[in-house]
């Protein structure tokens, strides 16, 4: 049974790239959540994606978008990278209950 | 807005003892979740323990144990025969009952690091 993955595991971009990091979430999962966890922070959520609709968003700038396929994976792209971006960012999937959230190992982003 | 505030940045324990984590949280809600994960260095969240606020009983995973003292909004997290593989960043975060349609989200502390030392 293939738990959530997430690609790539380390990027690195110049401040005002555009980067899109992608997510399959958890075999017979459906909701997929990304959040952005900065150095010695605890994670911030972004947004959630289930029926291929945002269903929740937090407090990022519209620089921050996502996307979720037929297939239930995911993806979220950041544009005009700010040095301030460099973070891990978690995926997390769910199906059914809710409050089940499944973390991926994440997506190490370093923007110079 | 839900708020977790965790006051231990760092703690330490000897391996085979217990330890205890603390975290406290402001919301308005009645009905909601309550979390413990923990984060190795590989960067993996993990579920450690989970607690419906309905429950008055307080949830127990082998050696991880919660106090949940939902008055003084209070959650906190016992680790008991602590080993070195516990050894890890752990995080409280909060869940307001929702549902598919509506969404959810977690809303994390800053974590407290915890050492098992041998």
């Known amino acids: 049974d293939a738990g959530v993955t997430q690609s790539p595991t380390h990027l690195i971009k110049t401040r005002g790239q555009q980067v899109t990091l992608r997510c399959s979430p958890k075999s017979g999962h459906d909701t997929v959540s990304w959040y952005q966890q900065a150095l010695g922070q605890g994670p911030q959520f972004i947004f959630q994606?289930?029926?291929?609709?945002?269903?929740q968003r937090g407090n990022f700038p519209d620089r921050f978008s996502g996307h979720q396929f037929p297939n239930y994976s995911s993806e979220l792209n950041v544009n005009a990278l700010l040095l301030g971006d460099s973070a891990l960012y978690l995926c997390?999937?769910?199906?059914?209950?809710?409050?089940?959230?499944?973390f991926g190992p994440g997506t190490r982003l370093t923007v110079t | 807005a839900q708020t977790v505030t965790q006051s231990q940045p760092e703690m330490s324990v000897q391996e085979a003892e217990t330890v205890t984590l603390s975290c406290t949280y402001d919301t308005s809600e009645n009905n909601y979740y309550l979390f413990w994960y923990k984060q190795p260095p590989s960067r993996q969240m993990i579920l450690v323990i989970r607690q419906e606020a309905y429950k008055q009983q307080n949830a127990t995973e082998n050696r991880f144990s919660v106090n949940f003292q939902k008055a003084a909004k209070s959650f906190s997290l016992k680790i008991s025969d602590s080993q070195l593989g516990d050894t890890a960043m752990y995080f409280c975060a909060f869940m307001k009952h929702s549902s598919r349609t509506s969404g959810s989200r977690l809303t994390f502390g800053e974590g407290t690091q915890l050492t098992v030392n041998p």
């Open positions: 997390a999937s769910s199906f059914g209950k809710f409050y089940e959230q499944y």
């Open positions: 994606y289930y029926e291929e609709e945002e269903r």
